[in-house]
């Protein structure tokens, strides 16, 4: 295995500590979900690489202005992202960076968030500590989203079909 590029610096300032890595479907672009600290005033960030060319583009995305990204998920044309925080998740365009939706019900962190491959749902799974695992998945159709199941018990996670 040969590295392209080295270490990729993807310093954003202070605090931060990047939370994943996710390539599009392409390969063309990296997105790092970066998280901060919090206390020193300033934000986390869903940045991406061009791995063409190996370049951080340090402005990236700050959907909501979060303190941190846990995860990220490009949609299957790579046009737009999901991207998962503490306690919402977004849909921003990858090409202006404009946030397209926001998404504010689910259980306090969204740890992981996944676009499915023909593009019609999105599954986000979030917990923090001792709140109890959660599963929702979305129906996506680029103007309102449709949560369609979710369920938990308190020793096991279960998912149904729930139409709501």
């Known amino acids: 295995m040969t590295s392209l590029y080295g270490s990729i610096s993807v310093d954003v300032g202070s605090g931060e500590r990047v939370n994943d ?3 599009s479907l392409d390969s063309s672009l990296l997105a790092v979900s970066i998280g901060r600290s919090g206390n020193q005033g300033t934000n986390g960030i869903g940045s991406f690489i061009n791995t063409s ?22 949609s299957p044309d790579s046009n737009f992202i999901a991207v998962a925080s ?13 946030t397209v939706a926001s998404i504010s ?20 799974c979030g917990a ?6 959660r599963v929702q998945v979305h129906e996506y159709d680029a103007v309102s989203y449709t949560h369609l199941r979710a369920h938990e018990t308190e020793a096991d996670l279960v998912c149904r079909l729930l139409l709501e």
């Open 86 to 98: 503490e306690g919402d998740w977004y849909i921003s365009e990858i090409s202006t960076g404009t």
């Open 128 to 133: 923090y500590e001792s709140n109890g695992a």
């Open 21 to 23: 890595v996710e390539f």
């Open 105 to 124: 019900s689910p259980p306090d962190s969204v740890n992981a968030i996944a676009w499915s491959p023909d593009g019609n749902y999105i599954v986000m």
């Open 53 to 74: 060319t190996g370049n951080f583009f340090s402005s990236g995305i700050n959907p909501g202005g979060e303190d941190r990204f846990y995860d990220t998920a490009f």
